[in-house]
């Protein structure tokens, strides 16, 4: 079965520090990967897209995702944390059969100053 | 521009109701998408439309239909509600039908059904 998974409900990181929000997946033919992001009360704000090409992936807001076909993930990444990065991210992947988007539960991240 | 907008914003209903749900995606978007999202989990895409014409369908039962518009805009149409359709239902447009692309979401609309 096709499927995403994002193995921690919540991630914390100090403010300056480097995050990682891990995003694994599984399809049928080659992966079309995203990630979003959601504050409170409001839609969702795409960030980036792996289709094909270089395995690491630069996004909106400083964010960078890294393409894994051995390990199947594509973890969300990002050097320097800010408060305002504090919010909920959805990892999704394009199912091969159907081409609708198959979303992950979603990781809390919060950022302490 | 104006990004996709989507009516009302809240709403509540009782068991039993009908609800209709509206979408403007942005303007030359011709691709509409409607996604159910239950607090605490990721969004589950109920509908796809495309030029008009239904391109996808998830896992909802007959209750949930849409329609797409000539100016592409959508309803979603809930019948029969039930306490487990409480949700907040958001509306995605893009460009093209394939979903290769950013999606575009609205703000969505608050569903509470007592």
Redesign the interface.
Known sequence: AQS?AQPEDQVNVAEGNPLTVKCTYSVSGNP?LFW?VQYP??????LL?Y?TGDNLVKGSYGFEAEFNKSQTSFHLKKPSALVSDSALY?C?V?DGV?????????TKLIIKP | DAG?TQSPTHLIKTRGQHVTLRCSPISGHKSV?WYQQVL??????IF?YYEKEER?R?NFPDRFSARQFPNYSSELNVNALLLGDSALY?C?SSSRD???????????SRLTVL
């Open positions: 995403v079309y979003y009360n409001r839609g969702l704000q795409f897209k289709i959805f999704a394009r159907n081409y609708q988007l198959i979303w992950g539960a979603g | 996709v998408s605490g989990q990721g969004p589950q895409f796809q996808g998830g958001l995605a394939t979903n290769t692309g950013e999606l575009f979401f609205g703000e969505g």
